[in-house]
Structure formats: C-alpha cells, structure tokens
C-alpha cells in the first residue's frame, strides 16, 4: 500500500525530498523586495504596505485590511478591539494551532475549548451551543460562565487546513448569547463560503502570511474587517498608539509595535500577485490526492464540503487508528516525503491544562488520526 501511496505522491511533486509545504519564491519576489530597498522605505511606514492592504481588500472582500507582524499579533489585535479583557473567557476549538491560544493567553483572558467538527475539522456549532447550554447564563445582553460568573467575551473558529468551518451556524449561535466572533482565518486565505472569502464574514478576521502559508511575506498577518473605526482602532493600536502628528510624539493608550514592514509588504505584493495561481494549483493536487486515495476505503482524504470553496492549505488524511497513524508517518518520511501529524489538543499542553473544556471526543479522535501530506505547489 505505502509503495503505490509514495509512487502516487511522487507523480505530482516528482523525484528528491518532499517537504511539506514550501514557499514558493521567484525572480519577481526577489525584484518586490529590491523595489521596497530601492525606495528607502523598510520598516513600519512605506507605500507597499498600503498597497498589500488595499490588494488584501479587493482579493478577500473586506471593507479595511491592516497588516500587521505576524497572524498571533493580528490575533491579539483582533481579541482587543473585539472588547476581551483580561479574566474574561474566549471560546475556541480544541484542536487548532497554539497561535490561536496564545492569542488569548496575551490579554490575561483564558480560552475554553470545545469539540470539532467531524466534516469541516473546525469548531462544531453543536459541540458550542451544547457547551454554552451547560456552562452559560444569560446576563446584560452577554453570557456569562455558571460558576466562575466570568463573560464569555469572543468566540474564535479557526478554518482548519483551509477547510470552512460551519460559520453561519456558529454566527447564529453566538448572536444568540451576545457573544462577537473573529475568524482565525489564518489557513484559509482563498477559501470561501459561498461566494464569500472567509475572514470577511463574521466582523473581524485575521490572516497569516508566515513563510509556510499559502502567501508568505516572511512574517505577516492581516486583520479584515467591515467596519472601518474598528479597523482604525486596530491601526492606532498596531503603531504605538501614536496620534498622528508631523513632530509630537503623543501616545494616547498602551500600544504595540505590530505594524507590517514595507520590506514584507513588498514580499506580499508580489505574492498576490500569483496566489490565483497558487490556489488553482493546489486544488489540482487536492484532486489528484482524492483519485489516489479513493482505492483505500479506510482512508479518508478531506475534500471540500458542499457549498464551500478550500484552498487546500495543507492536505489532510484521516487514518484507521494511531498505530496505523504512526506506520503512515514513519513510511512517509522514510521514503523522503514529509508527513506530520495534527497539532495536539490545546489542554493537552501545560499551560492549557487547567482551562474549561469539553470532552473534545472528536478533536481526540482526529487528532489521533489525522496526516498532513505534502502540500506545496510544485517549481
Ligand atoms: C499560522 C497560524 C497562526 C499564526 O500565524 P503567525 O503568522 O505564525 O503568527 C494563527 N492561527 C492559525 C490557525 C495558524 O495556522
């Protein structure tokens, strides 16, 4: 079985080592970054940042984009202006990457887990309607915990591997207990509900362009958002909460140095410039994948659900069981192709132990058995 699996990998990304997903970069990537040296503009101020932003907007949808460091700073951002404050609790899934956690973790808020979803890998509406039915009570227009009467102040969903969370479902239950919603759209750049990019349709969400996204700016992130004060506040508190002005240096609240550099945003101008490119590409292999794998009953290649569009960040397999999991990581990687298994359940870790939780039965069982397999497009 390994050796037609391997044979079958090795028709789309050919001969040599496989990695998992790499950026792609080239003559016009090198030229973007030349561009922004040439312009003596490097750091947090410089026309490409802007341009990055106003490309973000017209590719994803959104009203205002402001680009930022990395996607844990537009996390934090996105937590802030949402109105989390510190002891409060922000509802996410249990199996996502430790950015979204720690996102929470920098206000002094604690996050509360709750299962996935089976079909989508994100959060399961019904695993947070269930949660919020159990621990909750309504109160002054919000919800609030039982016990600790602390506010549930946001709830996070995260697109898994690029893979739409169930949104409208999740939205309309939040709505329901007056609590706002961010997308951690992080994975999911190009990915869609309906016609809509996700990111764009709860009020704010947030991107990632780290080396090992669909686009890479080196290091970056984006918050998207429909309101343009929100959006201003989330600018003003990316640039030291200074207040503009030609000389004073009036800084009027605590603010971050979270401000995307003109050199990234040059990397990311000319990124966009070929994501399309990137997209079609790897829904094609997501396609050829899906013919590869339909001869193994037992193995389930994760495709689009109906209604969505995936961008195929990164492609996914669900094993039979651990132990068949692990042969799988150790036969791949053997072979020179990069297999990784999915992240571990966020209380899992020491930091998140103690945290409010369900049984996370499903995010378990995926994380159990789920494989991440080569992913890039091809050069
Ligand atoms: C990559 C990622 C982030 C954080 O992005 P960085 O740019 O690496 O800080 C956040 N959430 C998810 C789900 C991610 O995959």
Known sequence: MFEKIIEGIRKIYGKGYISLHAPVLNDEDRQGVLEAIDCGFVS????????????????????????????????????????????????????????????????????????????????????????????????????????????????????????????????????????????????????????????????????????????????????????????????????????PHKWEFFHDEVGFNYRLPNLNAALGCAQMKRLPLFIDTKRKIALQYQELFSSYPDVKFFTERKGTTANYWLNAVLVPDRKSRDLWLEKLNAAGVMSRPVWDLMPELPMYRHCPQDELKVARMLADRLINIPSGVPV
């Open 44 to 243: 947090s101020v410089g026309p490409h940042v802007t341009k990055f932003e106003e490309e973000l907007c017209r590719f994803t949808g959104a009203t205002k984009v402001v680009a930022v460091t990395n996607g844990t700073a537009a996390l934090h951002l996105a937590l802030i202006v949402s109105g989390v404050k510190r002891d409060e609790y922000v509802l996410t899934q249990g199996l996502t990457f430790i950015a979204t956690a720690n996102a929470i973790s920098y206000i002094g808020a604690t996050p509360a887990f709750v299962d996935s979803d089976e079909e989508t890998l994100g959060l399961c509406p019904k695993a947070l309607s269930n949660f919020l039915n159990k621990h909750a009570v309504r109160k002054d227009g919000g919800a609030y915990h039982k016990e600790s009467h602390k506010r549930f102040a946001a709830c996070v969903p995260m697109h898994v591997f690029g893979h739409p969370v169930k949104l409208e479902e999740i939205m309309d239950i939040c709505a329901s207990w007056g609590i706002p919603v961010i997308e951690d759209a992080a994975e999911s750049l190009g990915s869609k509900i309906g016609d809509r990019h996700t990111g764009t349709i709860a009020p704010i969400g947030v991107l990632s362009f780290n080396g090992n996204k669909i686009i890479t700016t080196g290091g970056g992130g984006a918050l998207l958002f429909k309101n343009e004060q929100l959006a201003q506040r989330a600018k003003h508190l990316s640039t030291t909460a200074k207040v």
